[in-house]
């Protein structure tokens, strides 16, 4: 969760998670001021989690 999947290992992850998103580019987005609203910080954290469940779900798992 620290910093981004690299595209090498898994080599399936951007294939099944379109909009990537890990702690490092959070911390990256708040220094720099990419994060307009107040909404924009949580979404992002919320985007790692969600990642998260459909890269590991039981149907992607019966997929490989």
């Known amino acids: ?3 981004r999947v ?3 290992n898994p080599p399936d992850y951007y294939n099944i998670i ?3 998103m890990d702690l490092g580019t959070v911390l990256k987005k708040v ?3 990419a994060c307009k609203t107040k909404a924009a910080f949580p979404e992002d954290l919320k ?3 969600a990642n998260c469940l459909v890269y590991n779900s039981p149907i992607v798992f019966q997929k490989k």
């Open 1 to 3: 969760f620290l910093s």
């Open 6 to 8: 690299k595209k090498s």
């Open 18 to 20: 379109k909009h990537p």
């Open 31 to 33: 220094k720099s001021g």
């Open 47 to 49: 985007l790692i989690w």
